[in-house]
């Protein structure tokens, strides 16, 4: 390839910007990408207009050609990756191989790794999860709430 290709990630962003890091390196070919990390902080680099351009949900991993065109969404940038360089063919060299390789990864992603990040997500309170501070009036609106007594 004659032109590289910038790869947004976010170390801390789990799982799918490691899941496309470490498909580079098994396939030998992340010296070949330069590398742009997001912060991922609440108001960081992957919610300005900048990042939303290459992406518009704002998240990472994205790729991005020279001409400013952009692929995101992990299972794409693998598949693109593994058929578009030289060398062993990471998710199979036939068909059916390349077939089992999808469906392991799915099952993977939502048995497992989705799960966990599920639960991480909804075992804390999500304003503080997302950095934000429990507003005010919905505290009191709910305290309200449950001081009504039933109507007869």
């Given at each position: 390839m004659s032109e590289r290709l910038k790869i947004h990630t976010a170390p801390s962003a789990f799982p799918n910007p490691q899941r496309v890091?470490?498909?580079?390196?098994?396939?030998?070919?992340?010296?070949?990408?330069?590398?742009?990390?997001?912060?991922?902080?609440?108001?960081?680099?992957?919610?300005?207009?900048?990042?939303?351009?290459?992406?518009?949900?704002?998240?990472?991993?994205?790729?991005?050609?020279?001409?400013?065109s952009t692929l995101s969404e992990t299972p794409a940038i693998v598949h693109y990756i593994d058929q578009s360089y030289d060398g062993r063919k990471v998710t199979g060299a036939d068909a059916l191989t390349q077939a089992r390789d999808m469906m392991w990864d799915q099952r993977c992603y939502l048995h497992v790794l989705l799960s966990g990040a599920s639960h991480e997500r909804t075992s804390q309170d999500p304003y503080r999860a997302f950095g934000f501070p429990q507003p005010a009036a919905r505290t009191s609106f709910h305290a309200r709430k449950r001081r009504r007594r039933p109507v007869r």
């Open positions: 890091r470490l498909f580079m390196h098994e396939k030998g070919v992340a010296d070949q990408f330069d590398e742009q990390l997001l912060d991922m902080a609440p108001g960081g680099e992957q919610r300005s207009w900048q990042h939303y351009a290459r992406n518009p949900f704002g998240e990472a991993p994205t790729l991005e050609w020279a001409d400013g």
